[in-house]
Each structure stands twice: as C-alpha cells, then as structure tokens.
C-alpha cells in the first residue's frame, strides 16, 4: 500500500488530467447519444439519467479546489463514481442497439 500511495503521489496530476479527459468525453457521449436524440428515454429507459449525475459529481470534484486532491482515497472515490457511470452507459447503449430498427 505504501508504494502505491507513492506511486500516487508522483503522478497524480496524469491520473486526475486523465480522468477530467475521460468524464469530458464521457458527458459529451451521453448528451449526444440519448439526451440530444431522446432515444433511450423515449422508449421508456430512464437508467441513462445516472450516468450523467455521476459525471457531474465527478466534474464538480474536478472543479472544486480542495486540498484532498493527493489523497489516493479520495482519488479512488471520484475513479468509482466513474465506474457507476460507465456501468450505467453501457447497458444504456447496449439497450438502444437492441430496440433500435436499423
């Protein structure tokens, strides 16, 4: 644990740039999937609608300037947020491919 809180320590403005990048193209993919194009939501599937929130709250972490940014945990807790989202995006993409007739 020591050494991965060093490791942590060395190169946390990559993992939180990387993550700012990746919750960026993360919103920007589900505002242009369902919520521009109302696929998902009009066909009843209202799961898509936690994926953003927990990209906001990962951005507003990424926002607002607090001194626990070095903390691992508290790089861990925002990483999982992004995992919630993404676990909700997926089967929100994968419902949309389904119920789509192409």
Do not use: C
């Not at 990746?22 to 920007?28: A, D, G, Y």
């Amino acid at each position: 644990m020591n050494t991965l809180q060093t490791h942590f320590e060395t190169h946390k403005n990559i993992y939180w740039m990387n993550l700012s990048r990746f919750t960026t193209l993360l919103i920007i993919l589900n505002i242009s999937l369902f919520f521009v194009t109302e696929r998902v939501t009009r066909a009843g599937y209202h799961d898509t609608y936690f994926s953003p929130l927990a990209l906001l709250a990962v951005a507003f972490a990424l926002l607002v300037p607090v001194g626990l940014v070095d903390k691992l945990w508290y790089y861990g807790v925002y990483l999982m947020a992004e995992s919630i989202a993404l676990s909700f995006l997926i089967p929100s993409v994968w419902f949309w491919v389904k119920t789509s007739k192409l």
